[in-house]
């Protein structure tokens, strides 16, 4: 079955909007400036994966872009796997399993 939902509290969602304008507008200055501000958004974004395991980055993407990551996503569906877990004690003897309650992520090699 599905998580609930985690209710977003103001913030844990970071303003990824002013990247998207930097990127707009090229120059010496700007390169300079656009520099210091993906640096700020990564440090932020390594705290929350760091201190919560997922990050909101809102306006990376406009509409578009974000509909066409969406329907590439789709396609690629059903290429994924469950992912899995080593039961072992030795990388010759063991075997890979499918654990959903310790790991229930899936993954497209």
Excluded at 7 to 25: C, F, K, M, S, Y
Excluded at 28 to 45: F, I, Y
Aim: net charge negative; proline share 6%; glycine share 8%.
């Amino acid at each position: 079955s599905e998580p609930d939902p985690v209710p977003l509290a103001g913030e844990d969602v970071l303003d990824a909007t002013p990247i998207r304008n930097l990127q707009q507008h090229e120059g010496r200055k700007r390169g300079k400036e656009r520099k210091r501000a993906v640096a700020a958004l990564a440090a932020k974004v390594c705290s929350c994966l760091a201190s919560v395991g997922w990050v909101v980055l809102d306006g990376l993407l406009d509409a578009q872009e974000a509909e066409a990551t969406r329907a590439e996503m789709e396609q690629l569906e059903p290429h994924f796997t469950p992912s899995e877990i080593w039961v072992g004690k030795h990388a010759a003897i063991g075997t890979q399993v499918h654990m959903p309650e310790i790991r229930g992520d899936k993954i497209l090699w």
